[in-house]
Structures are given as C-alpha cells and as structure tokens.
C-alpha cells in the first residue's frame, strides 16, 4: 500500500469551530490531492497541489482552505466548519497529474 | 465540463454470475480512464485503468476496455465471488481544468453465495 496517513481518522466538532485534517505521505510524490465523498455525489475535488507551496483549487473548494510547506504535508482547514461540510476526506498522491492516484484511509468528519 | 455516469446500484448477484458495471464518460480530448474499488471502511483502491482508446486494463479477473467510439469504459467480471462485494467507482482524467479525478457516484455490489 502507499505510504498515506491521514489524521485523525474520526473527529466531531461544533458548528463554528476550526478543523485542520492532515495528510502525510512517504512516497516523495509530487501531487496531493484533497476529495470529500458524500452519498449520491462520489468523490469530489476540493483542493490540489502540485508541488510545495504550489495549490489550486477544485470542484467544491468554497470554504476551505489548503497548505503544503513540505512534500509530505497536505493540510486541509476548515476556518469555520458548518454542517454542510460533514462528510468523509480523502487524500490522494500521483506521481503526476495524468498518473494513478493512490488514496489514504479517509477522515470521517461530522460537524454538529 | 468533464462527467461521468455509472449505474448505483445496488447491483446485487450470486456467487459465480457474470459481472457488467456500466460508465460512460464526456471529457475533453483523450482522457485517461480508471476504476477503483472501495471496501467498507476504506479508501479507494486502483483497480485497472486505460490511456488510449481501444486499451484493455485488467486486474484481478477484472476487465475493461476503453471505447472512444461510445464513450464507455465498462468494468466486467467472468465470475464473481463474495469478496467482490464493494463499491466500484468509474473516473477519469482529462487535463482540461484542475488536475484531480473526476469521478462518477460508485455502483455498489453486492455478492451472495
């Protein structure tokens, strides 16, 4: 498996309250990757980086943002999570924009 | 904008049948094709993908094979076992705006012995 960790696993907050999610991986791959994954939806693209200090946005990106100060670092921030933004996280990593992408274990995130 | 669709399910079948999960896809150019597997309570794993057209990926007893004629990139399976059960997610990737996967909604399947 790719060396993905995703953290935490499960967490519940309030309405209102910051939420940073973490995403590290141990392949020095170039792409990270954040998607959220909701019944009847898929997975959709929130946040991309395509190198350190390098992001862009995604399909569903309004009210979050991302850093990327190291290569195995992806940090997703929810500034002031509401409960619109409760669902399940996924990261991912390639090698390039056009090759496989490898996905983590997934945040369950529930925002109360 | 790029989409694609897949039949949800769920699609539920006895050991041994023969497995059709359907997706068809509008993109930009030449996209690059994949399926990905998801079991309860984990993340997506790469099932098979195709990068030109007529390609045929498999894995695992798993094929499909990229038509760009009718836009499809149908997953198929001789025979069927209960550890198949999952959900299975069609996506591509085109290069036509931000650089992640765009996926369909995930067929889920279900095997029964």
């Known amino acids: 498996d790719a060396g993905i960790t995703q953290s935490p696993r499960h967490k519940v907050t309030e309405t209102g309250t910051p939420v940073t999610l973490r995403c590290h991986q141990t392949?020095?791959?170039?792409?990270m990757y954040w998607y959220r994954q909701d019944p009847g939806h898929g997975l959709r693209l929130i946040h991309y980086?395509?190198?350190?200090?390098?992001?862009d946005k995604g399909e569903v990106s309004d009210g979050y943002s991302v850093s990327r100060s190291k290569t195995e670092d992806f940090l997703l921030t929810l500034e002031s999570a509401t409960s619109s933004q409760t669902s399940v996280y996924f990261c991912?990593?390639?090698?390039?924009?056009?090759?496989?992408?490898?996905f983590g274990d997934g945040t369950r995130l529930s925002i109360l | 904008g790029d989409s694609v669709t897949q039949m949800e399910g769920p699609v539920t079948l006895s050991e041994e049948a023969f497995l059709t999960i359907n997706c068809t896809y509008t993109a930009t150019g030449y996209p690059s094709l994949f399926w990905y597997v998801q079991y309860p309570g984990e993340g997506l794993q790469l099932l098979l993908k195709?990068?030109?057209?007529?390609d045929k990926g498999s894995n695992k007893g798993f094929e499909a094979t990229y038509r760009k004629e009718t836009t499809s990139f149908h997953l198929e399976k001789g025979s069927v076992q209960v550890s198949d059960s999952a959900v299975y997610f069609c996506a591509l990737y085109s290069g036509g705006g931000a650089d992640g996967l765009t996926f369909g909604k995930g067929t889920h399947l279900i095997i029964q012995p």
């Open positions: 980086s395509y190198g350190v200090k390098d992001t």
């Open positions: 392949e020095n791959h170039r792409y």
């Open positions: 991912a990593i390639s090698q390039g924009s056009n090759q496989p992408q490898h």
């Open positions: 195709a990068t030109k057209a007529d």
